[in-house]
């Protein structure tokens, strides 16, 4: 991957008047743009309380004294900044990506408001591009919520998860640092076999602070759902605000595949003989279909937003539609 294959200018532009929404106010330690619960020096008001001596006067409110004789004093909501933190899997099976003429877009109607198609970069992906890996689908969907993060003045965390559990960069803050996220996106590289859990299982690798974690994963793992689900109560039990984005191909969500083949596993290398009859392939897709929703399920009632990604969509509509309609985008 090439840093221009993640973000475009036309759409950081689009992005910049976007920010990330979270459902918990957060206590950091540097002034940002997210509210938090604590009383500080923002303009926001948030209530009034008795004047002590020594109280800074320019807080004192004249006009309530001057109507009702109480001395009080303005409290403001202090603005704080959040931690997001961005898992990439970078496991073999994220090398994936579908063969076949470029599909269009699915959800036109989130756009009516946007630029012309022709004026669409990498990062919401032309027409006639080829469909993506799910990697770099991947890297793009958490370059734009990593860049939304940094023009927010949030902190931003970045790690991948793969075959090197648990590489990343230092704490980065500030729209200096976009280069810095892009370029350690783009050098990822699929390898090996990923355990979530096992990236999540040292707490060196877990945010020191409460905020919000995003994952980007295929979902294909060893131990499947039971994998998963420790991985993100672990992120949980960090007093994260989890969002599990799910990528995939649409040839995984419906396969157009026939005849008699060998299926390999990517991660693990261990084949089987099959023949795909339209019989075997409905039951895969009904197997696929009840695991997403036991997925799904399990994110639902542990609190955890889960999001499905397919590498046909174009990134620009999951941000601007599902992820807007969820309420992590505003």
């Not at 990593?146 to 790690?159: F, K, T, W």
């Not at 009632?301 to 046909?312: E, F, K, N, Q, S």
């Amino acid at each position: 991957m090439k840093p221009e294959q993640l973000l475009g200018a036309e759409w950081t532009a689009r992005l910049d008047r976007l920010t990330l929404s979270t459902a918990r106010r957060v206590r950091g330690t540097r002034q940002g743009r997210r509210r938090s619960r604590e009383l500080g020096a923002s303009l926001e008001f948030a209530d009034y309380r008795e004047y002590s001596p020594g109280d800074d006067v320019r807080r004192f409110d004249w006009s309530v004294y001057g109507r009702t004789g109480r001395k009080v004093v303005r409290q403001y909501l202090d603005e704080q900044e959040l931690q997001v933190t961005l898992y990439l899997d970078c496991s073999q099976s994220m090398a994936f990506a579908d063969e076949g003429a470029p599909t269009q877009s699915r959800h036109a109607s989130h756009l009516a408001d946007e630029p012309a198609p022709t004026k669409l970069l990498h990062a919401s992906r032309l027409a006639d591009e080829s469909p993506p890996t799910k990697l770099l689908h991947a890297s793009r969907l958490a370059a734009s919520v990593g860049y939304m993060a940094l023009a927010g003045y949030d902190r931003l965390g970045v790690y991948r998860v793969g075959a090197r559990v648990g590489e990343g960069l230092p704490l980065l803050r500030g729209r200096p640092a976009v280069h810095r996220m892009l370029n350690f996106l783009a050098a990822s590289e699929p390898e090996g076999r990923g355990d979530l859990a096992e990236a999540f299982g040292e707490r060196s690798r877990l945010p020191k602070l409460p905020g919000m974690a995003w994952v980007f994963s295929d979902c294909w793992t060893e131990r499947g759902e039971e994998e998963l689900e420790e991985a993100l109560a672990r992120l949980q039990a960090a007093r994260q605000e989890v969002v599990l984005v799910q990528v995939v191909t649409r040839g995984e969500i419906e396969p157009r595949l026939s005849g008699d083949l060998k299926l390999i596993d990517a991660e693990l290398g261990t084949a089987k003989e099959a023949a795909l009859t339209g019989r075997l392939l409905e039951a895969y897709e009904r197997e696929f279909a009840a695991y997403r929703g036991r997925l799904a399920e399990f994110c639902a009632r542990r609190g955890i937003a889960y999001v499905l990604a397919p590498t046909d969509v174009p990134v620009r509509e999951i941000v601007l539609g599902t992820l807007r309609e969820q309420g992590w985008v505003r």
